[in-house]
């Protein structure tokens, strides 16, 4: 299975991945939005939102030559585990319902942010095991 993903796919997949990281923008209304960095000031910071900027900027960097950057791509899938596990973390202490009550943008970031981070671990775990296995094929 992951040896029959089409390399233009997973170029589309690094793409995707670094959109939506851009998102982070929309969501922030360019950083001027108050409730995501008060719902969570250590994480979602408008230095770290701006660091998943740079983080998707990072994923497109690499969308045409993943494959010469194995290790790279396995890091990518250690900062995607990390984010979904602080969302779970964060999901289980918090109540979305109260950021939606604030802003309906933040309340829709953390209510999404971790499924987006989940799916691309997940995508760049495939990846760097095929890189492994198969090599640049």
Do not use: C, Q
């Amino acid at each position: 299975m992951i040896g029959a993903i089409k390399t233009e796919t997973i170029t589309k997949g690094f793409v995707l991945a670094g959109l939506f990281n851009m998102t982070v923008l929309i969501f922030s209304r360019f950083f001027t939005n108050s409730v995501i960095p008060e719902s969570d000031p250590v994480v979602m910071s408008n230095f770290g939102l701006l660091m998943i900027v740079v983080w998707g900027l990072a994923y497109i960097s690499v969308a045409k030559n993943y494959h010469s950057v194995k290790w790279l791509i396995a890091v990518f899938a250690v900062e995607k585990f990390i984010y979904g596990f602080i969302w779970i973390k964060w999901m289980l202490n918090n109540n979305v319902l109260d950021v939606f009550a604030k802003d309906k943008m933040a309340g829709i970031f953390f209510a999404i942010y971790g499924v987006n981070d989940w799916i691309f671990f997940i995508f760049f775990l495939l990846v760097f095991i095929r890189l492994i296995r198969f090599g640049n094929n």
